[in-house]
């Protein structure tokens, strides 16, 4: 009680020094109990936020190579898908024949007689000859020729023979012998097998 005494005794600048001081001791208090905690943690966060966004940056670069690296595979999957059809690695002769009757019978064309010949190997693909005799009106073959021509699969036509074979009422009819080529990729296999053939030779 005494202290209280003195306290209240003392003069108004003496108070407001002790005041001074006693807020001066309070805000030290609170700031290395309460404050310098708290900034260092901020700054730790900081730092972190830095590393979370730096990471973060780089991981959207990577997705978008990613996903840029996957369209350019899905291109190069229907690209080879494309020349699978155009260049087939067999020779799948019943297809392709197939394919010639489909556009025969589309135009009204007649097939005479189909004459599978012998393989010719090239380099890097056989090619795979094929005699047809054809029987319709001159514009039945054209459209027969641009029919095959815009095939998935490449084909020739060549050698292109043509006669009269009958003269009718709608028109004349012609007979047309041709050889379609088609194609076919040679597989590492086969080029070795022809290379053992040509050394025989």
């Given amino acids: ?5 003195q306290l209240v005794k003392l003069s108004l600048g003496k108070k407001l020094a002790i005041l001074v001081v006693l807020c001066g001791l309070v805000g030290l208090a609170y700031y290395y109990l309460y404050h310098a905690p708290l900034a260092e943690e901020l700054e730790g966060l900081q730092s972190q936020h830095t590393q979370l966004v730096a990471q973060l940056q780089e991981a959207q670069k990577r997705k978008a190579t990613y996903e840029k690296d996957l369209r350019k595979r899905d291109e190069l999957k229907k690209t080879y898908a494309l020349q699978l059809k155009a260049l087939p690695p067999k020779a799948e002769i019943a297809s392709f024949l197939n394919k010639l ?10 097939i005479l007689s189909v004459k599978p010949k012998e393989e010719e190997p090239e380099d890097y693909y ?29 084909i020739n036509i060549e050698d292109i023979r043509l006669k009269v074979a009958e003269v009718e009422e709608q028109g004349v009819q012609l007979e047309a012998q041709v050889l379609a080529t088609t194609f076919r990729a040679l597989s590492a296999d086969d080029k070795g097998n022809e290379s053992k053939k040509r050394k025989k030779r």
């Fill in 126 to 154: 056989a090619r795979i000859p094929v005699e047809l005799k054809l029987k319709g009106g001159f514009h039945q073959l054209a459209k027969f020729f641009y029919l095959v021509g815009s095939l998935n699969r490449i």
């Fill in 101 to 110: 009757n489909e556009q025969a019978e589309l135009v009204g064309l007649d």
């Fill in 1 to 5: 009680m005494d202290r209280l005494e």
